[in-house]
């Protein structure tokens, strides 16, 4: 009898992890990350069906069309074009991301700043030895920045000094992630992550309805710690951080976040933002934003904007958050 019992008590077991097998094996529930270099960044998709994975690679595809697009650094970019005539007709694409960059620059006194690509050239973060730019060669450059010279008139651009160069690297992946998820959707695709270097959108849930968990990194260099975790439906997850593109020089943090007074990086205790909200574009113009502009006056533009919300970690541990953050299912 006692032989009996365990004999079923065993074949219970073998059935379960039978099942247990068969279930992971199968697409559905297994989890698939497609995974590019594009954008300057390395790009993920994650999406949780086997059906999906195509429409997963259509995506990464798509992000050297945009690159085509939005690329200060590629010559034959549109940005470059504009770039080098002065402004001219813009696509919708390029329309959208300056409309909303014109907006944010304008609700943030002009600390967002797309005028500042002649300033950011100077700074070569992937240089064997990185140093700072020659203050001189700062002021020649910020000499022809500054938003006053950008104008917009539905699809027209007009940069008013002969060298001012346009930056779109504040704004430019928030828009994609937004049409990457659009692209993904028409495809029928009903759960997904897009990460674009840290640019998070989710697409609904997970498959088993939960929300999607997403990390706030502990801003330091390669941290794996989590200084915060979202839970995320339908929603975007954008940060601005000093570690993540640096050198340190004499003792001191060189970022890529400047400050549109000086043409320096920004320098105010601030060591990362991060903003969440239904609209990637949004989220990325304001992550950069508040981070020039300081936690008090960040946290100050972020209130205004409804459904956006943020959180501000300093270097000194210290953080603020704006009052609806972390509600995001
Ligand atoms: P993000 O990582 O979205 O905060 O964008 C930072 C990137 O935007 C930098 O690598 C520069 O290309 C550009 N940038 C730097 N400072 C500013 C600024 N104050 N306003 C707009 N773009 C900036
Ligand atoms: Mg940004």
Redesign the pocket.
Known sequence: MLQKQKIVYCMTIFFAVLILFTGCGRSDTAARTETAFALDTVVRITVYSEKDVPAAQRALARCQDYEAVFS?TRPDSELSALNAARGGTVSAELRAVLECALDISARSGG????T?GGV?TLYDFTAETPAPPAAEDVAAAMAHSGMDGVELAGSTLTLRDEHTVL?L???A??YIADRLADGLRADGVEHAIINLG?NVLCIGSRPDGSPFRVGVQVPEPGSTENAAELSVRDGSV?T??NY??FFDYDGVRWH?????ETGFP?QNGLASVTVTGPESLRC?AL???C??LGAEEGLALIETMEGYEALFLCSDGSAYRSTGFGAME
Do not use: M
Request: hydrophobic share 40%.
């Open positions: 200060r600390a967002l700043d797309i500042l950011s930056d690297g504040a704004v992946k928030g840290g954008v601005s951080g993540q593109r890529h976040i400047l400050d549109p920004v990325d992550s950069t934003a981070f020039v």
